[in-house]
C-alpha cells in the first residue's frame, strides 16, 4: 500500500507538473527487474512420468482437500480449481505424448497484481506472486486478465476467495524448496534462481536438440514468468498460448498514467468553454 | 419562490398495468438478490472459465453506459449555454443517479465479498482500472447526488442549502464531465487487458475512446428514449423541440466514432477476420450497422428529428447498439466457457432494471420534477441562478 501511495504521489505530481517535467518516467514502477536472482522453477516435460507427487504434495502443504464423488471416492479434477493449484495433465495423439505441469507462472510483470483493484495480488521481489485474501472483494478482474487462467474462485462457498498457487513462498522464504519440485523423484521439476533455471534450461536444449521443443516457455511470454518450462513438443498442444513478449501490464499502464492528464484537460477545457459561452452574460441581464 | 414542504404531496398520475408489473419483477429481482447474499454465487451460471457474466456485462457496462447522457446533458446546458434544453435537465439527471445506485447496487450482487468493497477506499491500486472506475463511480454518484438536491431543497423549501447547491453548481458539473470523461473511457482501458481474450473486431488500442463516444451517444439516445415515455405515463407534452436538439448532435459523435472505428479496421489489419470468422463477423456488422450507422443516419435526417416515433426508434437502435457492443465484448467473444446466465442472474438484472423505474416513479410523484405552470417563476429563478 505504501507503495502505491507514493506512486499515486508521483502520478499526481505529474498531472500538476505536467508543463514543468512532460517526460517525466514513472514506468519504472510498474515494472520489476527480470528477477534474475528471485526464486524460479523449471519444468522439463521429457522427464516427468506423470506419477502426480507434487499434485499430492501440493495439496498437502496448502491444506486444500480432495475432491470425492457422491460416494466419497477420490475424483481426479481436470484441470485447476477452486481446490487444485497444479495438477499434471497428459498431451496424446497417435505419434506423441507429453505430461504438462499447470500452476500459477509467477510472472515477472502479473496482469492480475496489476488490474487487481484493492492490490490484494502482489508481486514479491522474492519472486512469488502471493494473494492477500483479507483485502480482496471478489471482483475476479484477475481471472480474466490472467493470460494463463489461473486463479480460480470458490464458486460454491459464500465467501469465496481465490485460489491459486503461492509458489510456496513461506517455505521459499525459510530457504526450503516448494513442496512441488521437492516431492518429485525424476528431477523433472526443480528450483533455484531464475538465472540457474535459465541457464539449465538452455543448456539441455543446446545438449539435445533433438529431444527438445526449441524455446524456453517462459523466458519471454508477456515479459518473462518465474516457472520455466522446457518439453519435446510445442507449447501449444500443451495447452501453453502463444503470447507476445510485450507485459500486459504495460498496455494498460499509458492509458491510467494518462488519466490525471485526462481529469485535468478536461476541467481546464470545460472551465474555458464556460467562460467564452458566458462572456457578454453581464450585457444578457443588464 | 412559492413553493414549501407541500411540494412533496402525491401527484395524481395513475397506475398502469405496466407499473404493477415493473413492482412485482422488482421485489422478485431484489429477493433473489438477497438470496444470492446468503447462499453466494452458486445460484449463477459464472464459473472459472467463464467468471464474469451479465451483470457485469448489462448492468454495469451497459448501465453506465447508458447514463452518460447525466453529463453530456449538463455539459450542454451549463458549459455550452443552451438554455433551450433546461427543461430536460431535472430527469435526466435523476436517471443518471438512479443508474448509479444501481451500478453500486450491481457490484453488490456481483462481488464476490461485496462487504468488502469500501476496501478501495483504503487499499490503493492505481495500476487498476477498475481501482479507478470504483473511486470515480463513488465520486461521481455524490456529484449526481449534489446535482439532483436541489430539486429536493426546492420542495421542502429550504433556501439556503440550496442557494449553497446553485452557487457551486458551474464547478460541480464541471467535475462531473471530468469523472465521466475518465470512467466512461477507463471501462474500455479495464479490457485492454485482455488482449489474448477478446475477439480482435472488439479489442484494440482504441477501446477507451470507443467507449466513451458510443455511451455519449447512447446516453442522449436514452435521455429522449427516457423523457418520451415519461411524457406519455406522466401526461406531459413530449417536448420533440429538444428531443429534436440533443439528436441533431449524435450524428456528429457517431460519425466520429464510426470513421476511427472504419479506419482501425483497415490500419489494424483486422479486416481479414471479416472473411474468417463469420459469426463475429454477423455480430460487428449487425452492431457497426444496425447499432450505430443507421441510428445516426435517422438523427441526421430532420424528418425522422421531428417525429416522436422516428426519434423513439433511432434512440432504441442505439441503445440496442450500445448494449450489444458491451455484450459482444466482454461476454460472447471474449474466450472462456460457454455460458448462459440462470434464471437469479436474470431476475436479478431485471429487478434492477425494474427498481430504477421504480425510484424514477417515484421521485416524479413526489417531487416537482416538472415545473407546474403555477411555478414558472420558480424554475425562472433557478434557471437564471444556474
Ligand atoms: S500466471 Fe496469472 S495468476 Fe500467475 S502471476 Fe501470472 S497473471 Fe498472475
Ligand atoms: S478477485 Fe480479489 S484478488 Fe482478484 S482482482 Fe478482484 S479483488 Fe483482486
Ligand atoms: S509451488 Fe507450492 S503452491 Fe505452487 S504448485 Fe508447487 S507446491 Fe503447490
Avoid at chain 1, 140 to 163: G, H, L, S
Amino acid at each position: 500500500m505504501e507503495v502505491n501511495r507514493r506512486d499515486f504521489l508521483k502520478i499526481a505530481g505529474a498531472g500538476i507538473g505536467t508543463l514543468v517535467l512532460p517526460s517525466l518516467d514513472v514506468k519504472a514502477a510498474a515494472i520489476p527487474g527480470n528477477l534474475e536472482n528471485a526464486h524460479a522453477m523449471l519444468y522439463d516435460a521429457t522427464k516427468c512420468v506423470g506419477c502426480r507427487a507434487c499434485q499430492v504434495a501440493c495439496k498437502k502443504r496448502a491444506g486444500l482437500p480432495y475432491v470425492m464423488d457422491e460416494n466419497q471416492l477420490y475424483e481426479m479434477p481436470t484441470d485447476l480449481n477452486g481446490d487444485t493449484w497444479t495438477i499434471i495433465k497428459l498431451y496424446q495423439d497417435t505419434e506423441t505424448y507429453s505430461y504438462v505441469k499447470k500452476q500459477c507462472m509467477h510472472c515477472v510483470a502479473p496482469a492480475c497484481a496489476s488490474v487487481c483493484p484493492v492490490a490484494a495480488l502482489e508481486k514479491t521481489p522474492e519472486g512469488p506472486v502471493v494473494y492477500h485474501s483479507y483485502k480482496c472483494i471478489g471482483c475476479r478482474y484477475c481471472m480474466t486478465a490472467c493470460p494463463f487462467d489461473v486463479p480460480k474462485y470458490e464458486w460454491d462457498e459464500t465467501n469465496p476467495i481465490i485460489q491459486k498457487c503461492d509458489f510456496c513462498a513461506d517455505l521459499q522464504a525459510a530457504g526450503q524448496q516448494p513442496a512441488c519440485s521437492a516431492a518429485c523423484p525424476t528431477g523433472a521439476l526443480i528450483s533455484g534462481t531464475r538465472a540457474e533455471m535459465l541457464a539449465i534450461a538452455h543448456q539441455r536444449l543446446a545438449d539435445h536438440p533433438d529431444q527438445y521443443f526449441n524455446h524456453v516457455y517462459g523466458e519471454y511470454e508477456v515479459g518473462g514468468t518465474s516457472m520455466l518450462y522446457i518439453a519435446g513438443i510445442s507449447y501449444e498442444k500443451l495447452g501453453y498460448p502463444t503470447l507476445k513478449n510485450q507485459p500486459i501490464p504495460d498496455i494498460t499502464w499509458p492509458y491510467m498514467k494518462a488519466v490525471p492528464f485526462v481529469f485535468f484537460g478536461m476541467a481546464g477545457a470545460m472551465s474555458a468553454i464556460y467562460y467564452w459561452t458566458h462572456r457578454n452574460k453581464e450585457e444578457e441581464e443588464g | 419562490m412559492a413553493t414549501g414542504v407541500n411540494n412533496i404531496r402525491l401527484r395524481k398520475y395513475p397506475v398502469g398495468v405496466g407499473m404493477i408489473i415493473v413492482w412485482i419483477a422488482g421485489a422478485i429481482g431484489l429477493s433473489v438478490a438477497a438470496y444470492r447474499w446468503i447462499v453466494g454465487l452458486r445460484i449463477t451460471n459464472m464459473s472459472d472459465n467463464r467468471p464474469w457474466g451479465i451483470w457485469i456485462s448489462f448492468d454495469m457496462m451497459s448501465g453506465i453506459g447508458l447514463a452518460a447522457g447525466a453529463f453530456s446533458i449538463a455539459a450542454i446546458v451549463y458549459i455550452f449555454n443552451i438554455k433551450k434544453l433546461y427543461p430536460i435537465v431535472r430527469p435526466t439527471i435523476l436517471t443518471g443517479f438512479i443508474s448509479y445506485i444501481l451500478a453500486a447496487l450491481t457490484l453488490l450482487a456481483d462481488l464476490g465479498l461485496p462487504q468488502n468493497i469500501w476496501h478501495l477506499i483504503i487499499y490503493w491500486n492505481i495500476h487498476s482500472p477498475l481501482f479507478e472506475i470504483g473511486w470515480c463511480v463513488m465520486v461521481y454518484t455524490t456529484v449526481l447526488l449534489l446535482e439532483f438536491s436541489p430539486v429536493v431543497l426546492e420542495a421542502l423549501g429550504w433556501k439556503a442549502p440550496l442557494k449553497l447547491i446553485q452557487s457551486i453548481t458551474i464547478p460541480l458539473v464541471i467535475l462531473g464531465i471530468s469523472l465521466s470523461t475518465m470512467h466512461q473511457s477507463t471501462l474500455g482501458t479495464m479490457l485492454l487487458a485482455m488482449p489474448y481474450r477478446i475477439h480482435p473486431f472488439w479489442y484494440s488500442p482504441l477501446m477507451p475512446v470507443y467507449f466513451f463516444l458510443t455511451a455519449i451517444a447512447a446516453g442522449m439516445a436514452m435521455t429522449v428514449f427516457e423523457s418520451y415515455h415519461s411524457a406519455r405515463t406522466y401526461q406531459q407534452k413530449f417536448e420533440i423541440g429538444i428531443a429534436s436538439k440533443i439528436t441533431s448532435w449524435i450524428p456528429y459523435v457517431l460519425g466520429l466514432y464510426l470513421v476511427i472505428k472504419v479506419v482501425d479496421v483497415i490500419v489494424s489489419g483486422t479486416y481479414i477476420y471479416l472473411i474468417q470468422d463469420p459469426w463475429p463477423t454477423f455480430m460487428f456488422l449487425i452492431e457497426i450497422m444496425g447499432g450505430a450507422l443507421i441510428p445516426a443516419l435517422m438523427f441526421a435526417d430532420k424528418r425522422v428529428r421531428s417525429n416522436p416515433s422516428g426519434l423513439v426508434w433511432a434512440s432504441f437502435l442505439l441503445m440496442g447498439g450500445l448494449i450489444l457492443n458491451r455484450f459482444n465484448s466482454t461476454l460472447v467473444f471474449m474466450n472462456g466457457d460457454f455460458y448462459f446466465p440462470s434464471a437469479a442472474e436474470i431476475a436479478v438484472s431485471i429487478g434492477l432494471t425494474c427498481l430504477g423505474i421504480i425510484m424514477f416513479d417515484a421521485a416524479i410523484r413526489f417531487l416537482p420534477m416538472y415545473p407546474n405552470p403555477r411555478e414558472k417563476q420558480a424554475s425562472k429563478s433557478l434557471e437564471n441562478a444556474a
